[in-house]
Nanobody
Framework: VQLQASGGGLVRAGGSLRLSCAASGTFFNINLMRWYRQAPGQQREVVATVTTLRTTNYAASVRGRFTISRDNARNTVYLQMNSLKPEDTAVYYC????????????????WGQGTQVTVSS
């Protein structure tokens, strides 16, 4: 199972970017999907979470500016980032809880490779 993130780049403050992350390989089900970010010298922090039923949760610093969504048919999670600020500059990672086999009974956690987002002032 692999998570492949894309969509990062360089944008000016106030601009927008849309990140995508697709899960590939053979598996039975994906539960929670998340976006994290890690700025230089900082700890990795959760940015947003979406459940299978599309219930969402956001870090206070991005609430109202970022929107997480998912396409269950495509096994893909998105992060629409609007009104970007220089402090949003970080490597963004997707993360998901995936059940490989129907009879496993539990989910394992997987990380994508990260995509750089740089916001200039």
């Amino acid at each position: 199972v692999q998570l492949q993130a894309s969509g990062g780049g360089l944008v000016r403050a106030g601009g927008s970017l849309r990140l995508s992350c697709a899960a590939s390989g053979t598996f039975f089900n994906i539960n929670l999907m998340r976006w994290y970010r890690q700025a230089p010298g900082q700890q990795r922090e959760v940015v947003a979470t979406v459940t299978t039923l599309r219930t969402t949760n956001y870090a206070a610093s991005v609430r109202g500016r970022f929107t997480i969504s998912r396409d269950n048919a495509r096994n893909t999670v998105y992060l629409q980032m609007n009104s970007l600020k220089p402090e949003d500059t970080a490597v963004y990672y997707c993360n998901a809880d995936i059940m490989i086999h129907r009879l496993d009974g539990d989910y394992k956690n997987y990380w994508g490779q990260g995509t750089q987002v740089t916001v200039s002032s």
